[in-house]
């Protein structure tokens, strides 16, 4: 049971650059969270989808965009990629009001 | 805004002391309470959780106080070992399935 999976696990872009964080879980959950952690700011969530075909702005959505490809993936894509944006990037899910599971996390590096 | 507000943001307690950690919130729609804890690298994992139906709830070391009134709710871990140096998040959810978290704490247990 892999739980949920976040790919890539580290990335530098350059400034403009775009690319796409992939998450997909193998729960069956309906929710799924994108969260940016940084020194100090805790985990800020994103974006979040409450269920399949519905997503919603989290506390920090400006420069980025996602998409939830069905219920198992939901990715999250820088389109010009800045250097405020380096961080590390978690994906969770969980069912209703439970256990949210997250991934690994992809550290993300812009210069 | 910092819907949850937790301190300290870093914490040294001795082997075998209390550890305490504490957690604010605003909004009243909130419904269920998660602490996680992270260790380095890897993703935040549930420690234990609280609904606001009861005021206390524990498992084995670690254990949850809630003050609805107050909208506070703290976290005590009980008989503090090195191994449970890591960092350490509060989180609330309720309504639409958003979960948010505080800033996080950095527990660090010395011999």
């Known amino acids: 049971n892999a739980g949920v999976t976040q790919t890539p696990k580290f990335q530098v872009l350059k400034t403009g650059q775009s690319m796409t964080l992939q998450c997909a879980q193998d729960?069956?959950?309906?929710?799924m969270y994108w969260y940016r952690q940084d020194p100090g700011m805790g985990l800020r969530l994103i974006y979040y989808?409450?269920?399949?075909?519905?997503?919603d702005k989290g506390e920090v959505p400006n420069g980025y965009n996602v998409s939830r490809l069905n219920k198992r993936e939901f990715s999250l894509r820088l389109e010009s990629a800045a250097p405020s944006q380096t961080s590390v990037y978690f994906c969770?899910?969980?069912?209703?009001?439970?256990?949210?599971?997250f991934g690994q996390g992809t550290r993300l590096t812009v210069v | 805004q910092q819907q949850v507000k937790q301190s300290p943001q870093s914490l040294i307690v001795q082997k075998g002391g209390i550890s305490i950690i504490n957690c604010a919130y605003e909004?009243?729609?909130?419904?269920?309470f998660p602490w996680y804890q992270q260790f380095p690298g890897k993703g935040p994992a549930l420690l234990i959780a609280?609904?606001?139906?009861?005021s206390e709830k524990k498992e084995g070391r670690f254990t949850i106080s809630f003050n609805k009134s107050a909208k506070q709710f703290s976290l005590h871990i009980m008989d503090s070992q090195p191994g449970d140096s890591a960092t350490y998040f509060c989180?609330?959810?309720?309504?639409?399935?958003?979960?948010?978290f505080g800033t996080g704490t950095q527990l660090k247990v010395e011999l």
């Open positions: 909004n009243t729609a909130f419904d269920y």
């Open positions: 729960m069956n959950h309906n929710s």
């Open positions: 989180a609330a959810s309720g309504g639409g399935n958003k979960l948010t």
């Open positions: 609280i609904r606001p139906d009861v």
């Open positions: 969770a899910s969980r069912q209703g009001v439970t256990e949210a599971f």
């Open positions: 989808s409450a269920s399949e075909g519905t997503t």
